[in-house]
């Protein structure tokens, strides 16, 4: 079974705070992804990184940033949160397509 | 461009009853193809997939899927609806489009299960 962690797990905070989101895995994984996910269900790819020093834009616009320092973190930072930020963003990584995912961070932003 | 349709954003089906949830997707080459699950307040979980050889898929939970390249869909099935399968359920493909191994998702069907 994959390990793949995500803290908070549930967070609200007010307007114009920075936050971090954390995600973090211990299978080595290469791959990893963060994605905005709507009340509605419908998943967004808003981040991705291939391995150490490399990451990429999703398909949908984000004001959020990513690092990945190391190949078993991977952290989301909202420099000023908005209420447009309020959704549910999932972390996932990879070895090759099959992708493993955490249990979520539920964001509120008031 | 490759997409993938969740024909049916809510499915209700009774306790005991068949659950068939319909994907199809588009794609230029043979895709691998996936199926999650998510449960309320949780990230989503692999139920099956399908990459090569057999086309009938067995996965977790009594849940199968059957590749149909001529029909290009990936439907998941279940015998028998249990209380417990109620959850959101997505298709992914894989865009196989460069070297970037990352899944095209359709926008997921919420099953109920009546008692």
């Known amino acids: 079974e994959a390990d793949i962690y995500q803290t908070p797990r549930y967070l609200v905070i007010g307007t114009g705070k920075k936050i971090t989101l954390e995600c973090s895995q211990t299978?080595?994984?290469?791959?990893m992804y963060w994605y905005q996910q709507d009340p509605g269900m419908e998943l967004h790819l808003i981040h991705y990184?291939?391995?150490?020093?490399?990451?990429e834009k999703g398909d949908l616009s984000s004001e959020s940033t990513v690092s990945r320092i190391r190949t078993e973190h991977f952290p989301l930072t909202l420099e000023s949160a908005r209420p447009s930020h309020t959704s549910q963003y999932l972390c996932?990584?990879?070895?090759?397509?099959?992708?493993?995912f955490g249990p979520g961070t539920r964001l509120t932003v008031t | 461009a490759q997409s993938v349709t969740q024909l049916g954003s809510h499915v209700s089906v009774s306790e005991g009853a068949l659950v068939l949830l319909r994907c199809n997707y588009s794609?230029?080459?043979?895709?691998?193809l996936f199926w999650y699950v998510q449960y309320p307040n949780q990230g989503l979980q692999l139920l099956l997939k399908?990459?090569?050889?057999a086309t009938l898929v067995k996965g977790i939970n009594g849940f199968e899927a059957e590749f149909k390249k001529s029909e290009t869909s990936f439907h998941l099935t279940k015998p028998s609806a249990h209380m417990s399968d109620a959850a959101e359920y997505f298709c992914?493909?894989?865009?196989?489009?460069?070297?970037?191994?990352?899944?095209?998702w359709g926008l997921g069907t919420s099953l109920a299960v009546n008692p």
């Open positions: 996932a990584s990879s070895v090759g397509y099959e992708q493993y």
């Open positions: 299978m080595g994984h290469d791959k």
């Open positions: 990184s291939y391995g150490v020093n490399s990451t």
């Open positions: 794609s230029s080459v043979p895709p691998y």
């Open positions: 399908y990459t090569t050889g």
């Open positions: 992914a493909v894989s865009d196989r489009t460069g070297n970037n191994r990352k899944l095209i």
